[in-house]
């Protein structure tokens, strides 16, 4: 990843405060090049607002965050976005969605359509991307999102629960298509419900909750830490440890 | 860069227009919206042809005036769509009943008429709630009118005849001529097609509306379902800036306009064939569209700038209807009111509005005030151009994303 010294992201003590609402953090947070970082807590943790975070989409009220050693604001196109919805529009065709996201990226037609063909590659979708995306199955809609983003070739991935909602074979599909990218250099950030696929899939973990950051480290030695049999219980007695 | 920029202001107009094209109920219900005034129209006759409202004419009195005056009652009555007139011989002089107007003539009304001083006296019942009775009733004062004139002709014949002088009846009645002459605002004489153009701007005016109604719609609900459908939280991340954002989801919105004014300009065209309208030549065409154009940018800016500030679905259709429901009484005011002859305070308040604008430069080039056209064209192109403003001001990602 040309241009991009390690870390990829740097969490360095990041508060979001809401006027009404929780605060989250302050979040202390590293993914390098090659890895796979899971954040795992329970809904209203405060996963996405981290992640709203460290995309921009929300300011930082204290702390900083650093893609590739910029503010996430002036980090555009360093990071790519697969979030939890399958965010679609159903009137455009697979290939239209990534013609139109490749321009936005791009900002040039000839440029945008070298994108989207590489895209519509990743995404395995064949002739289906001809069809209408709002009669893809959830999974077809994940994988439209997700080839566009690996299409990207951005340093940074984020993933907001990739494979929630999918059927086995098409989250087995989804998570080799993450640690592709992890192998091939990408600081990978995502968040999930599934311990097992955690456990299998990612380097290491961090678990959080109240919006602060509990414990993080490699699975096995998360396991060891607190001498559980799986992630589940080593996340419940992180927790546990912490009120 | 600037390159690049447009091709994502591009790209974000060409996506919305797509989805909107596609979206086959909406376009269908644009059709139908769009014919729903002259629908309005046919049904109303059509309706009215099939009613038979019963005019009554109660003879009281059966000498020749009061033969007359049915006489040209039934005639007056006579293809008036939907009323149905029956004379009834009847000595209680009152209405009979099923009937919406009942006209009675009461005895001596023959012997009255032909007096030189005594009144005519005739009495009208109206069934109250019912617009056939409104109706006819206008038929039936016409008709009363006319005769009234017929007698008091005749009476002043007569006197003169007494007096042994000739006058022309004509003028003792009507002593008074009215020559009137349409002007111009400067004073000068209009021509019929003057006149025309100046009955065509308030009606291209009025028609504006119907052309800012679905853009208003179509930015709010692209931009209420991006929020909602999560594709907001993509677009944020993306490298588009708030400015091309706002262009994109404007000129979205104003293809929206574009299919909804094609349709409206067809159902315009059907209307004016049918009423043999006049007046809009090429000039006011023109006009008329660069001031649509402008109408529409602030349409579509002041949505996306409250739609930006005010999350949710429900909020987006409130917020529609008040900017639509502004237009439209703008649009409607300038149809019954003179705004330039408004007091200060009252006219300053409108000039904020931009729609004011719109409908006075339309009007102001039909009367062949060309400076003060122009002159409203620039304010509204800067009113535009400072709703534009205010809603790249607005624009921040987190404010296309659902709260979590």
């Known amino acids: 990843m040309a241009g991009c010294d390690d870390p990829v992201l740097l969490v360095d003590g990041a508060v979001k405060r809401f006027r009404r609402g929780p605060v989250v953090g302050p979040l202390w947070l590293r993914v390098s090049r090659g890895e796979l970082v899971a954040l795992i807590g329970p809904n209203g943790a405060g996963k996405t607002t ?3 975070m460290i995309l921009g989409i929300y300011p930082v009220d204290d702390g900083r965050i650093l893609v590739c050693g910029e503010p996430p604001g002036r980090a555009r196109g360093r990071a790519a ?3 939890e919805e399958t965010a679609i529009y159903p009137r455009l065709t697979g290939w239209e969605h990534l013609v139109f996201y490749s321009r936005l990226y791009t900002g040039s037609r000839r440029e945008a359509l070298q994108l989207a063909e590489r895209a ?5 979708l064949g002739k289906a991307l001809h069809r209408k995306a709002g009669e893809y199955s959830k999974g077809m809609k994940r994988r439209l999102l997700l080839g566009f983003a690996l ?3 951005t340093p940074l991935l984020l993933l907001d629960e990739p494979t929630s909602g999918l059927d086995v074979e098409a989250a087995v599909r989804i998570r080799s298509l993450i640690r592709n990218a992890a192998d091939s250099g990408r600081a990978v950030l995502m968040t999930s419900h599934n311990m097992l696929e955690v456990e299998r899939l990612a380097d290491r973990v961090v678990f959080i909750a109240s919006g602060r950051v509990v414990d993080e480290g490699a699975p096995r030695s998360l396991l060891e830490k607190y001498g559980a049999r799986d992630l589940e219980e080593a996340f419940v007695k992180a927790v546990a440890g912490h009120r | 860069m600037a390159e690049r920029a447009l091709d994502r202001v591009a790209a974000l107009a060409w996506k919305d227009a797509l989805e909107l094209l596609r979206d086959r109920r909406s376009l269908a219900l644009m059709v139908v919206s769009a014919f729903l005034f002259p629908l309005l129209g046919v049904l109303v006759t059509g309706l009215q042809r099939q009613q038979a409202a019963v005019v009554a004419v109660v003879l009281c009195d059966h000498g020749e005036a009061a033969e007359k005056l049915a006489g040209l009652i039934t005639d007056a009555l006579e293809g008036a769509p939907g009323l149905r007139v029956v004379v009834v011989n009847a ?10 107007l009942a006209v009675a003539v009461p005895p001596g009304f023959s012997v009255n008429a032909s007096s030189l001083g005594k009144p005519v006296i005739i009495k009208l019942y109206k069934v109250i709630g019912s617009p ?3 109706t006819a009733e206008a038929y039936v004062s016409a008709a009363l009118q006319r005769f009234s004139q017929s007698l008091a002709r005749e009476r002043v014949e007569r006197l003169a005849k007494l007096a042994g002088v000739h006058v022309d009846p004509g003028v003792v009645l009507s002593p008074l001529r009215l020559v009137s002459e349409e002007v111009t605002p400067s004073g000068a004489q209009a021509s019929p097609i003057e006149a025309a153009r100046a009955r065509a701007a308030r009606f291209l005016a009025f028609a504006v509306f119907f052309v800012l109604n679905p853009a208003a719609i179509a930015v709010a609900d692209s931009i209420s379902r991006e929020r909602e459908s999560g594709t907001g939280e993509l677009l944020a991340v993306t ?6 954002f706002v262009a994109g989801k404007a000129i979205g919105g104003t293809v929206a306009a574009l299919v909804a004014g094609g349709v409206d300009a067809v159902a315009a065209l059907a209307y004016g064939f049918a009423t043999g309208f006049q007046g809009a030549d090429a000039g006011l065409i023109a006009v008329h569209v660069v001031e649509t154009m402008l109408a529409i940018v602030v349409t579509a800016s002041l949505t996306i700038l409250a739609t930006l500030l005010v999350p949710g679905q429900r909020a987006a259709t409130l917020i529609t209807s008040t900017i639509t429901g502004l237009a439209m009484m703008i649009f409607f005011s300038v149809l019954f009111i003179d705004i330039k002859s408004l007091p200060a305070g009252i006219k300053a308040l409108l000039y904020l509005v931009p729609y004011t604008h719109t409908a006075l430069a339309i009007e102001s ?9 122009l002159l409203h064209t620039l304010v509204l192109a800067v009113l535009s151009v400072a709703a534009l403003a205010a809603a790249v001001k607005a624009y921040r990602p987190d404010r296309l994303v659902k709260r979590s």
């Open chain 1, 50 to 52: 981290t992640m709203r």
């Open chain 1, 81 to 83: 976005f697969v979030p």
């Open chain 1, 120 to 124: 519509a590659g990743l995404t395995g």
């Open chain 1, 151 to 153: 299409a990207l070739e």
């Open chain 2, 91 to 100: 000595s209680g002089c009152r209405a009979p009943e099923g009937a919406v």
């Open chain 2, 132 to 134: 056939a009775a409104d």
């Open chain 2, 239 to 244: 490298p588009l800036r708030g400015w091309e």
């Open chain 2, 365 to 373: 080039y039909a009367l062949g005030d060309v400076a003060a056209a």
